[in-house]
């Protein structure tokens, strides 16, 4: 005999604000300020006080703070999102239906949502449509004639989440919502948070002082997009910096301080009737144009690999981008069978010779689920050389990662050329003349 195990209700020890309370609290805030009051601030400050004088039943500083933000989300048109998307341990959501509602947390364990997230199925398309309409830099049509869309939403910070959405093709409307925890991490963060060590975060700070073209491989939440952030962090603030994604999510161009020069594009989905598509593919033939100092991709997943390959083979230096793939080695093959998406399609052979002549380094991440909670880490690094006999481009490990642990090996050395870029850039060279092998010698 089967039991069926029912996963447990969210808690984190935050209260959750009731989605009754928050409908009154924003329909009272709505009014006055169509009534001509302005300051949002005040006058939502003014509502909660009155909800706390009249006896509710949790009046704590923490429940208020929790139901303002609510509210606030409510009012910038995220409905019954806003409480989701406001909480730090929260990574992904999913909705199966406006009350089937599974969250992912950071530590890697999934728990049900204990509240609807829109009163019908029906409601739940009317936000989304709306959403998709006004919150993105280009719109999206999300409508029984384009029932598939993606999108990046500003949910309390300037970039905070990722929605995919589904409908007419499934029973009940499906959504998929990442969101970017560590919008803003450093690499320094990610040393801190136990991510990179201090080897592997000094010798990728190198690798981009130094200019060199790198890609970011790993699986589904790995973290790709997170260290690609973290290595735009390190470019200067004098260079020139081209942008390019399917929805924005890097957001270098939103710190003016940090990246003054920053020319930032997103694609842009055909319409219903089929017209107005601009692919990466068009943007990253249009961007070499700009006179970058370097060009970045937040993901590439098709034919437009091969406009990447081409931009920084022609001499964009510090290029990165991210890329899907299982394992460092994989990435010549996955790259040659992108490149027969391209049209025309990019010949095997070609394929190799572009990624050996574009790319000097793969960073591999991955996603370490335990007992004990999720992890992640750089997996290991690899310098990509000339094609080799075999036909692909050659790979010289560089570093790998003990397994279970963020300790980098050094298991190189570099090409004398790409040591002495990383050395000039302020790379400590004697770190591959240390011992390599698992547990031997000291480091």
Same mark, same amino acid.
């Given at each position: 005999?089967?039991t069926?195990?029912?996963?447990?209700?969210?808690?984190?020890?935050?209260?959750?604000?009731?989605?009754?309370?928050v409908k009154q609290l924003?329909?009272?805030v709505? $009014?006055r300020?169509?009534a001509g009051e302005?300051?949002?601030?005040t006058?939502?400050?003014d509502?909660?006080?009155?909800?706390?004088?009249?006896?509710s039943?949790d009046?704590?500083?923490s429940?208020e703070?929790?139901?303002g933000q609510?509210?606030?989300?409510?009012l910038a048109g995220?409905g019954g999102?806003a409480?989701l998307l406001?909480?730090?341990g929260?990574?992904n959501?999913?909705?199966h239906?406006?009350d089937?509602?599974?969250v992912e947390?950071?530590?890697?364990?999934?728990a049900?949502w204990?509240?609807p997230?829109?009163?019908?199925?029906e409601?739940?398309l009317?936000?989304?449509?709306e959403?998709f309409a006004?919150?993105g830099?280009?719109?999206?049509?999300?409508?029984?004639?384009r029932?598939?869309?993606?999108?990046r939403?500003?949910a309390?910070g300037?970039?905070?989440a990722r929605v $995919?959405?589904?409908?007419?093709?499934c029973e009940?409307?499906?959504?998929a919502?990442?969101?970017h925890r560590?919008?803003?991490a450093t690499l320094d963060d990610?040393h801190a948070?136990? &991510?990179?060590?201090a080897s592997m975060?000094?010798?990728?700070a190198?690798?981009v002082a130094?200019?060199?073209?790198l890609?970011?491989?790993g699986?589904p939440y790995?973290g790709k997009?997170?260290l690609l952030?973290?290595l735009?962090?390190?470019?200067?603030?004098?260079?020139h910096?081209?942008?390019?994604?399917?929805?924005y999510?890097?957001?270098?161009h939103?710190?003016q301080?940090r990246?003054p020069?920053v020319?930032a594009?997103?694609?842009r989905?055909?319409?219903?009737?089929?017209?107005?598509?601009?692919?990466?593919d068009?943007l990253?033939k249009?961007?070499?144009?700009h006179?970058?100092?370097?060009?970045?991709?937040?993901e590439?997943?098709?034919?437009?690999?091969t406009a990447?390959l081409?931009?920084?083979?022609?001499?964009a230096?510090?290029?990165?981008g991210?890329?899907?793939?299982?394992?460092?080695?994989s990435?010549?093959e996955?790259?040659a069978a992108?490149?027969q998406? $391209?049209?025309p399609p990019l010949?095997?052979?070609?394929a190799?010779?572009w990624t050996?002549?574009?790319?000097?380094?793969i960073?591999?991440v991955?996603?370490?689920d335990?007992p004990a909670g999720? &992890?992640r880490?750089?997996a290991?690094?690899?310098?990509?050389g000339?094609?080799?006999d075999?036909?692909?481009?050659?790979? &010289?490990?560089?570093f790998?990662?003990?397994?279970?642990?963020p300790e980098s090996?050094p298991?190189?050395?570099?090409?004398?050329?790409?040591l002495?870029?990383l050395t000039?850039?302020?790379?400590d060279a004697r770190?591959?003349?240390l011992p &390599?092998a698992?547990?031997?010698?000291?480091?």
């Amino acid at each position: 005999m089967s039991t069926r195990r029912l996963l447990p209700v969210f808690d984190d020890g935050d209260p959750i604000p009731d989605p009754e309370t928050v409908k009154q609290l924003w329909a009272a805030v709505a $009014a006055r300020l169509d009534a001509g009051e302005s300051d949002v601030d005040t006058v939502l400050k003014d509502e909660l006080t009155r909800w706390t004088a009249a006896g509710s039943p949790d009046s704590s500083l923490s429940a208020e703070h929790r139901l303002g933000q609510a509210v606030r989300g409510a009012l910038a048109g995220l409905g019954g999102l806003a409480p989701l998307l406001d909480r730090d341990g929260v990574e992904n959501i999913h909705i199966h239906g406006c009350d089937h509602v599974l969250v992912e947390c950071a530590d890697g364990t999934t728990a049900r949502w204990p509240y609807p997230v829109a009163d019908s199925d029906e409601a739940l398309l009317e936000l989304l449509g709306e959403l998709f309409a006004r919150c993105g830099r280009t719109a999206r049509e999300f409508s029984p004639a384009r029932p598939i869309a993606n999108l990046r939403i500003a949910a309390g910070g300037p970039l905070d989440a990722r929605v $995919a959405a589904v409908r007419e093709v499934c029973e009940r409307p499906r959504v998929a919502i990442r969101r970017h925890r560590l919008a803003h991490a450093t690499l320094d963060d990610l040393h801190a948070g136990g &991510t990179l060590d201090a080897s592997m975060r000094d010798f990728l700070a190198a690798a981009v002082a130094a200019g060199l073209n790198l890609l970011v491989t790993g699986g589904p939440y790995a973290g790709k997009t997170t260290l690609l952030r973290a290595l735009c962090q390190q470019i200067p603030a004098t260079e020139h910096v081209v942008t390019v994604e399917d929805d924005y999510e890097l957001g270098l161009h939103l710190d003016q301080q940090r990246h003054p020069l920053v020319t930032a594009w997103e694609a842009r989905a055909a319409g219903a009737e089929g017209v107005g598509e601009i692919t990466l593919d068009d943007l990253l033939k249009q961007a070499l144009r700009h006179s970058p100092s370097r060009v970045v991709v937040g993901e590439v997943r098709a034919g437009e690999i091969t406009a990447l390959l081409r931009a920084l083979g022609n001499g964009a230096t510090g290029g990165m981008g991210t890329l899907h793939a299982t394992s460092a080695r994989s990435v010549p093959e996955r790259i040659a069978a992108l490149g027969q998406l $391209a049209d025309p399609p990019l010949p095997i052979p070609a394929a190799h010779r572009w990624t050996a002549s574009a790319l000097d380094l793969i960073v591999h991440v991955a996603r370490h689920d335990h007992p004990a909670g999720r &992890t992640r880490s750089v997996a290991e690094v690899v310098e990509v050389g000339p094609v080799g006999d075999a036909e692909t481009p050659d790979f &010289t490990p560089l570093f790998a990662t003990a397994p279970g642990t963020p300790e980098s090996i050094p298991v190189g050395p570099p090409s004398p050329g790409l040591l002495e870029r990383l050395t000039a850039a302020g790379h400590d060279a004697r770190v591959f003349d240390l011992p &390599t092998a698992w547990g031997g010698g000291s480091r």
